[in-house]
C-alpha cells in the first residue's frame, strides 16, 4: 500500500487547490500549492507557484498551507521551499497549519520523495500550531525546537534513528499530538528498540496525549516497551495502526495496566489472530482493529509488511 489520494484537510481545515487564474476563493480553507507533470515539462516550479500565491491580496489571511509536488524525477529536495518560506515568513503572518510534501504514488513514490532540514520552518513561524511532513529521504531536524506546536506528524516509508534522535532530543513542550510513521528497513528505517524507548520515556512533552508510533515494522516490540515507559500514563490515544502489530505485543499491552485507562487504542492493520483480538478487546476501552492482515508463508519464513514503504 502507499499514498493514494491527496489530504482533504489539513488539521480541521477543508482544502482548496490553488488556481493562479482564480486566486485565493475562501480563506477558511487551506491552500494547496503544487505543479503537475505538464508544468514541470514546461519549466514551472513550485516556486514560481508561492511567488504567484504571495501576490494574492488575501495571502495575509490564510492559515493553512499544503506543499504538494515540487519535483517528478527525484532530483529536487525541499530545501529551496523551506528556504522560500522562511524568507517570506512575514507575507504569511496567519499561517498556523503547515504540511510538506502532499505527494500521492502517481506522482511519486514516498520513498522517492527528496526532503531536507525542515527546522528552520520552526523558527520562521512560531505561531504554528500544526506542522506534517511526508517522504523520510534527508529528512532532518537539526533544530527540533517550537514553544507552542500543538501537533507534530512524520510520515515516513523508513524513518532514520538520526530523526528518532532530534524528536528525543527536541523541546515541543507544548506538544498535544506526536505521530511517527517509522516505516521499513528497506527504505531507510535503521533504529531499533533503544531508539523508540528514548521517544517512551520523554518527561519534556507534559501536555501529549496522543502517540502514535505508526507504519512500524517492530510495534509488538514497541508495545512490550510501553510497560515501563513514562509517557504511557498521560496519554489518552495510543496509536500502533498500519504495522506489524500481532499476538506478542496484544499480549504486552493486556498486561499493561496503564492501556486499561486509554481512551482509544488505534491497532489497525494488524497480524493479530483471533486470541490476540480477544486479548485487545478485553481491555473494556475503545479499540480499533479493523483491516486484520494475513502473513505471507514462503517454506519456513513468515513476512509481515507495513501498510506504506514504497
Not at 51 to 76: A, C, M, N, T, Y
Not at 233 to 259: K, R, V, W, Y
Amino acid at each position: 500500500m502507499t499514498f493514494n489520494s491527496h489530504l482533504e484537510k489539513l488539521h480541521d481545515q477543508p482544502i482548496e487547490n490553488y488556481d493562479p487564474e482564480k486566486g485565493i476563493q475562501s480563506t477558511t480553507h487551506a491552500i494547496r500549492v503544487s505543479i503537475d507533470w505538464d508544468l514541470y515539462e514546461d519549466g514551472v516550479t513550485i516556486l514560481d507557484r508561492l511567488s504567484h500565491l504571495l501576490k494574492d491580496k488575501r495571502v495575509r489571511e490564510i492559515s493553512g498551507l499544503v506543499i504538494g509536488p515540487w519535483d517528478f524525477e527525484s532530483s529536487e529536495s525541499s530545501a529551496g521551499i523551506v528556504s522560500f518560506l522562511c524568507d517570506h515568513a512575514a507575507e504569511l503572518p496567519q499561517l498556523r497549519a503547515l504540511f510538506l510534501g502532499d505527494i500521492i504514488f502517481e506522482e511519486q513514490e514516498c520513498s522517492w520523495i527528496q526532503q531536507s532540514d525542515v527546522s528552520p520552518l520552526f523558527a520562521a513561524f512560531p505561531n504554528l500550531d500544526y506542522f506534517g511532513v511526508r517522504g523520510g529521504t534527508d529528512l532532518s531536524l537539526s533544530h527540533p525546537k517550537h514553544d507552542t506546536l500543538k501537533h507534530l506528524v512524520i510520515q515516513t516509508g523508513g524513518m532514520s534513528s538520526e530523526v528518532l534522535g532530534q524528536i528525543r532530543d527536541g523541546h515541543f513542550p507544548s506538544l498535544v499530538h506526536l505521530e511517527l510513521w517509522t516505516g521499513s528497513d528497506n527504505y531507510g528505517f535503521d533504529a531499533d528498540t533503544a531508539d523508540i524507548d528514548k521517544i517512551l520515556e520523554l518527561t519534556t512533552m507534559p501536555e501529549l496525549r496522543y502517540l502514535g508510533i505508526r507504519n512500524c515494522e517492530i510495534a509488538d516490540q514497541v508495545a512490550a516497551a510501553l510497560k515501563d515507559a513514562a509517557i504511557t500514563a498521560q496519554l489518552d490515544t495510543l496509536d500502533l495502526s498500519m504495522g506489524c502489530f500481532g499476538d506478542e505485543g496484544a499480549a504486552a499491552l493486556a498486561a499493561n495496566p496503564a492501556i486499561s485507562r486509554l481512551k482509544h487504542l488505534n491497532l489497525e492493520h494488524h497480524y493479530m489472530t483471533e486470541k490476540g483480538m480477544a486479548l485487545i478487546k478485553g481491555l473494556g476501552i475503545s479499540v480499533n482493529c479493523d483491516d486484520p492482515q494475513e502473513e505471507d508463508v514462503d517454506e519456513d519464513d513468515r513476512y509481515r509488511y507495513i501498510a506504506v514503504s514504497e
